[in-house]
């Protein structure tokens, strides 16, 4: 038996659609795998009576299948589904590096994304690698098609996950198709200001940065009470909020002073919209790690 912990993850920042993520320092999902002759799965935790033991439709399972390294695997989930917390991909990181370690494969951190990627597509319709990459990395990722790369940042965060449930795919059903060069022109410009605010450890870079106008409107529809959370944040002393992933959840950048009053006033607005919430406060952490064999 061989046990790998896998951090939830916040996609895209709003600038980085598909591109960008980071590790949280919790929730997490925690993965047990054994070899078996073929693969079998059991879920329990956060959210487990609403995700399927087929193989075929688990991401642990798919990531099984494309290792071609059948297991018992069974998954404690920390991290809820449709929670815009990278909960699917979680539980595909842990996977794949755990089995990359029972099966012995030696396989690179770009490899071992490829492979977690394929377990997103199964649920989620298309293979974006910007959840499972921080969830093995660690840090701040960056996607693209010919590879990723992380860097270690540390820029205090708040996600505020609401008791409402959005699925990636019903989300991604909202994307616009195309978007006016001038919205393009300042999507560049908010992702170039957030990654070189990680890179300087800055929460005021990395809050502007979060600045985008065309995928993170059409999804704050989708989520009750989005403009008083984002407004009670900013108050509270937030550099930047916006949509996590694809929602639920939301996401704030601050200085270590402000965080904790962040954390209560996101709370507290989604409470006032009548949603219960809970806010999980974090830095930018470490990816998947090996808890024992
Ligand atoms: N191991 C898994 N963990 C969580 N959800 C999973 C898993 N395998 C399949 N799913 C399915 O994926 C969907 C949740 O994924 P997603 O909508 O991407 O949530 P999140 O935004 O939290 O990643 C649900 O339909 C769930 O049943
Ligand atoms: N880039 C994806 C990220 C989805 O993240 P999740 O945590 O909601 O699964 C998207 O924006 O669709």
Redesign the pocket.
Known sequence: MLTVRAPATSANLGSGFDVFGVALDRPA?VVSVERADETTIE?SGA?AQ???EDPR????GVVARELDAPAHIR?D?G??????????????AATAVALDALYERNLTGDELVRVAAEG?A???GEAHAD?VAPSILGGFTVVRDDGVFSVDADVPLVACLPDIAV???DARGVVPESAAMDDVVHTVGSAATLTAGMQRDDPALVGRGMDERVVTPARAKLIDGYDDVCAAATDAGATGVTVS??GPAIIAACYPARQRAVAAAMVEAFEDAGVDARAYRSTVGSGAEILGE
Do not use: F, H, Q, W
Not at 80 to 92: C, D, Q, V
């Open positions: 999902d879920v959210g609403y995700i399927p439709k688990n991401t642990a998954i989930k991290v809820r589904p449709s929670s815009g917390l990278g909960s699917s991909a979680a539980s595909a997103e199964a649920v989620s959840n699925s990636t795919r992933g694809a």
